[in-house]
């Protein structure tokens, strides 16, 4: 069964520093994999997203994530947190080219960004 | 450009009331379309979603409906609300084949 794993519910950094959200799919075929990011009250926004090809795919506002398909891992990284990014990150597997229509997703990371 | 709205953006209703949500996705065709509730502290939970008019798969057994009348149109009913209701309900719309989900404001639903 697909199935989309966010292990930390929780994380705090400072401003400045490095940031990475772990995320880790079951999924049977070749993964579509999306990160999303909610601020409080609103609707998600798509950061980015992973079909195929180069493993490191690069999002808006600084953020990357690398697909690491032995890991089944989707980790999204930002080299320097601003307060800003303080939201809400889901993860999620769409569907792929066996065309399913379902997208799944982890149950999020909320990030609180320290001044 | 696509666009997708929701409305109400806020809802406070009593329990056994009906509900009536709506989303309207502008500038495609023939989108997939999806209902989502979300509630507090918790991750996203797919109630429906559509793949053409009329064409409606419930995800989780509940007191919720959700109906396609047009191509555009995605509805999210209730007739009766439960205080189990509550929470923050999110539309989404994909460009089949596309593999991307693109999301709604939201609308938050108080059932007191």
């Known amino acids: 069964a697909q199935s989309v794993t966010q292990p930390d519910i929780h994380i705090t950094v400072s401003e400045g520093a490095s940031l990475e959200l772990r995320c880790n799919y079951s999924?049977?075929?070749?993964?579509?994999l999306f990160w999303y990011v909610q601020s409080p009250g609103q609707g998600l926004q798509l950061l980015l997203k992973?079909?195929?090809?180069?493993?490191l795919v690069q999002g808006i506002k600084g953020f990357e994530a690398e697909f690491k398909r032995s890991q089944s891992s989707f980790n999204l990284r930002k080299p320097s947190v601003h307060w800003s990014d303080a939201a809400e990150y889901f993860c999620a597997v769409g569907p792929g080219r066996n065309n399913f229509n379902k997208f799944y997703f982890g149950s999020g990371t909320k990030l609180n960004v320290k001044p | 450009s696509q666009t997708i709205h929701q409305w109400p953006a806020t809802l406070v209703q009593p329990v056994g009331s009906p509900l009536s949500l709506e989303c309207t996705v502008e500038g495609t065709s023939n989108p997939n379309l999806y209902w989502y509730r979300q509630a507090a502290g918790r991750g996203l939970q797919l109630l429906f979603y559509?793949?053409?008019?009329?064409?409606i798969s419930s995800e989780v057994p509940q007191n919720l409906s959700a109906s396609r009348p047009q191509d555009r149109q995605f509805i999210l009913s209730s007739k009766k609300l439960l205080l189990s209701d509550s929470g923050f309900y999110l539309c989404?719309?994909?460009?089949?084949?596309?593999?991307?989900?693109?999301f709604g404001p939201g609308t938050r639903l108080l059932v007191l």
């Open positions: 999924y049977g075929a070749t993964p579509y």
């Open positions: 992973y079909f195929s090809g180069d493993t």
């Open positions: 559509s793949v053409g008019i009329g064409q």
């Open positions: 989404a719309w994909s460009i089949r084949g596309s593999g991307t989900q693109y």
